[in-house]
């Protein structure tokens, strides 16, 4: 199957800080990727739909001016959790839709980012 | 409103009893159907996906899944459970026109007893 890189693993920042989460299509061109929350022992919840190009789609309750994305290539899209405070310590996983895979429903998770604030 | 429900938080069986977990959505749309397995700490790997045809669908290490339309549900079958399938399990759905853009039920951890 098709990989998504996430990067980094993990990150500790202190309180106020910006933090900036990358994820990469490393063998196919995704023009529209997906960044989930996951609080511990949670399920994953949908922040945002990142367009190539394009200004993301935040779900609902999601700050747009917190959790700023970017999808400025066909191969990466970023997160950044600006001012990031304790509250926002979880972790971030993003996908990224195949758009080989079938139904335009395939889509590839990267290895999460763990953040936490301190 | 769509959604994903997985009755079971934590499900506790004894390696090589055979395990079932449950999953039951409910989608406006024709749903595309997934069960992701999590270790603790990491990311989401892909068991097995249903898009259409045979209801039976066979997956990685040994799981199966079975869409059963009547019943909007999707449960998670395995014969014979190593103590290496102990993990968080995950039943997303997603609809044709969505993108990738999936529902996540609540997770059911599995643990396994030797």
């Known amino acids: 199957g098709a990989v998504v890189s996430q990067h980094p693993s993990w990150v500790i920042c202190k309180s106020g800080t910006s933090v900036k989460i990358e994820c990469r299509s490393l063998?196919?061109?995704?023009?529209?990727m997906f960044w989930y929350r996951q609080f511990p022992k949670q399920s994953l919840m949908l922040m945002a739909t990142?367009?190539?190009?394009?200004?993301?789609?935040?779900e609902q309750g999601v700050e747009k001016d917190k959790f700023l994305i970017n999808h400025a290539s066909l191969t990466l899209s970023t997160l950044t959790v600006t001012s990031a405070h304790p509250e926002d310590s979880s972790f971030y996983i993003c996908?990224?839709?195949?758009?080989?895979?079938?139904?335009?429903?395939?889509?590839?998770f990267g290895q999460g980012t763990r953040l936490t604030v301190v | 409103a769509q959604s994903v429900t997985q009755p079971d938080i934590h499900i506790t069986v004894s390696e090589g009893a055979s395990l079932e977990l449950r999953c039951n959505y409910s989608?406006?749309?024709?749903?595309?159907l997934f069960w992701y397995v999590q270790s603790p700490g990491q990311g989401l790997q892909l068991l097995l996906k249903?898009?259409?045809?045979?209801?039976l669908v066979q997956g990685i290490k040994g799981f199966e899944a079975e869409f059963k339309r009547s019943q909007s549900s999707f449960n998670l079958r395995k014969p014979s459970v190593h103590w290496s399938d102990a993990a968080e399990y995950f039943c997303a759905v997603g609809a044709y026109n969505q993108g990738g853009k999936l529902i996540f039920g609540q997770g059911t951890e599995l643990s396994v007893k030797p």
């Open positions: 989608y406006g749309a024709t749903p595309y």
């Open positions: 249903y898009f259409s045809g045979d209801t």
């Open positions: 063998d196919f061109q995704a023009t529209t």
């Open positions: 996908s990224a839709r195949d758009p080989r895979g079938k139904g335009n429903t395939e889509a590839f």
């Open positions: 990142s367009n190539e190009g394009s200004k993301a789609t935040y």
